[in-house]
């Protein structure tokens, strides 16, 4: 039996801040951004938008009455949950009017959590084929302003319909994964900024990947050029382009040009939305297969999931012979174009007002809500969604 994914569709909030403008603020070279780190803008996520709302934005361009009524499970995989008992599935299962006859969990372990969720999902389809699994990866990458990390913040969610026999792409039975705890990236239950140490994290990531893809290709016999494109957990996109040079000293020239231009088109979203942590791979996979018609029917794609901590995952996905109708490039487009650019000054006012890590009632600004669903603050400690 076949499974995998059978839609998928992103979120990101109405703003962005030109990273370019930003650089200029900070005293930096553009160049450092844009090409040292690989990003070009990053959306700029206000209170009134958490990953319960972008969740529950991305999810409804899916749903149907059939979906619903087919829905065995609702996961999210997130390292920015809202609360730390209550899953943030079960307020987008509220939001969205869902069943109450699901599971609705929330899953994590950094940047793995979205991967986490899809390999839970698939294996809950093998034993329920008759049933939908509703996949949401959504975070908020916050490091500070003026900080090391600051370039590499970001906000989104993606959201994925797994199913028997689907459209879009299989999720082939071939994983090689890895855990082993160590502290390149952490974020503590009383604060929304992350403590990265950056360089060791990277070569953590590396390593990681270098270990599982050399497993990999001894236990499942595939080399590079059995894929037509390799993508990965893109923290910043210069991560993922260091991975896939581990890769390309071993391949063929027509390969390497092939992985090297197909990753290049699994990269356009992320340098314009930034670092969405457990979503991170999946716009990849989203901008790869909205970026670049040359892909088929039958092609391989690899996917590397990496999470701090850490834990990753190698595997590999069957693109299906009706996969290009299934998208929504366009639409994609257009919401990336419509978004509202934020002066520097902007920007910093947007990210200073945020729902306080305390019991004190909050109110967001009305001026910056977006998408179907916001908070609309926090009321005797109640977060308070809306539907618009």
């Known amino acids: 039996m076949k499974i995998g994914i059978d839609a998928i569709a992103m979120d990101t909030p109405d703003f962005y801040v030109d990273l370019v403008k930003l650089a200029q603020v900070r005293g930096d070279d553009p160049d450092k951004y844009t090409i040292g780190i690989g990003q070009d803008e990053q959306a700029v996520p206000p209170s ?6 972008m969740g529950a934005n991305a999810a409804t361009k899916l749903l149907t009455p059939a979906i619903r009524a087919s829905l065995g499970m609702v996961l999210v995989g997130t390292e920015s949950g809202v609360d730390a008992s209550k899953s943030a599935a079960l307020f987008i299962h509220d939001l969205l009017a869902l069943p109450e006859w699901v599971r609705a969990v929330e899953l994590k372990e950094a940047c793995y959590g979205g991967t986490a969720a899809l390999m839970m999902a698939r294996d809950y389809i093998a034993a329920h084929p008759d049933k939908t699994v509703l996949v949401i990866a959504a975070d908020i990458a916050r490091y500070g302003l003026a900080t090391a990390g600051e370039v590499t913040q970001g906000a989104g969610a993606v959201a994925m319909l797994i199913k028997a026999e689907p459209h879009i792409m299989t999720i082939e039975d071939d994983s ?5 705890s160590i502290d390149d990236f952490w974020r503590p239950v009383y604060q929304d900024t992350a403590i990265a140490q950056g360089k060791y994290s990277t070569e953590q990531y590396l390593a990681f990947f270098q270990a599982i893809w050399s497993r990999y290709q001894t236990q499942r016999h595939h080399t590079a050029s059995d894929f037509a494109a390799m993508t990965f957990h893109l923290p910043y996109t210069k991560m993922g382009k260091k991975a896939l040079k581990l890769v390309l000293p071993d391949t063929d020239e027509a390969t390497g040009e092939r992985l090297q231009r197909r990753f290049e088109a699994s990269t356009r979203y992320c340098r314009r939305v930034g670092n969405i942590y457990t979503g991170s791979l999946y716009l990849g996979l989203l901008s790869l297969l909205d970026n670049d018609t ?30 290009a109708a299934q998208l929504h490039a366009a639409n994609h487009a257009k919401m990336l174009a419509d978004r509202q650019e934020l002066t520097v000054p902007e920007y910093e006012a947007v990210f200073s007002d945020k729902v306080p890590y305390d019991p004190e009632d909050y109110r967001s600004d009305p ?17 308070q969604y809306q539907q618009r």
């Not at 009134?48 to 709302?53: E, L, N, P, R």
């Not at 090689?176 to 082993?180: F, I, N």
């Not at 391989?300 to 009706?322: C, K, M, N, T």
């Not at 001026?367 to 977060?383: A, D, K, M, P, S």
């Open 48 to 53: 009134s938008q958490d990953i319960v709302t």
């Open 176 to 180: 090689v994964y890895r855990s082993e």
């Open 294 to 323: 040359s892909l088929k029917a039958g092609d391989r794609i690899g996917l590397f999931s990496y999470g701090s901590g850490a834990v990753a995952e190698f595997f590999s996905g069957i693109l299906q012979p009706d996969f």
């Open 367 to 383: 001026t910056y809500y977006h998408g179907q669903f916001v908070l609309t603050g926090v009321i005797c400690q109640e977060r």
